[in-house]
Nanobody, 125 residues
Framework: QVHLVESGGGLVQPGGSLRLSCAAS????????IGWFRQAPGKEREGVSC?????????DYKDSVKGRFTISRDNDRNTVYLQMNSLKPEDTAVYYC?????????????????WGQGTQVTVSS
């Protein structure tokens, strides 16, 4: 059974940093892509970053987070990380990780089958 658990969210001041974790279990982690998505109040869910399966390792980012966010995966720990630096108030949202067995990742939520419960990130002074 596929299981994803996000952690690492919290309250941070503008310009600060957070590292989100997505711990995975119940599937062949190396063969699955992982995406990070976020949903702010009153807005649609949007793709933030993704990392392809281990055979490829390609990453992708939403334009507004390029240069600030970094995604990585640790196959020994079945965990994907999202390092978020220079955070802005507009980054405030619930962040979700999602997965699907495929080679290349995308930032479209429709390309993912399994989702975690989310973790709240609030950027405010």
């Amino acid at each position: 059974q596929v299981h994803l658990v996000e952690s690492g969210g919290g309250l941070v001041q503008p310009g600060g940093s957070l590292r989100l974790s997505c711990a995975a279990s119940g599937f062949a982690f190396e063969s699955y892509v992982i995406g990070w998505f976020r949903q702010a109040p009153g807005k649609e869910r949007e793709g933030v970053s993704c990392i392809s399966s281990s055979s490829n390792g390609r990453t992708d980012y939403k334009d507004s987070v390029k240069g600030r966010f970094t995604i990585s995966r640790d196959n020994d720990r079945n965990t994907v990380y999202l390092q978020m630096n220079s955070l802005k108030p507009e980054d405030t949202a619930v962040y979700y990780c999602a997965t699907k067995r495929r080679r290349f990742c995308t930032l479209s939520e429709y390309d993912y089958d399994y989702w975690g419960q989310g973790t709240q990130v609030t950027v405010s002074s």
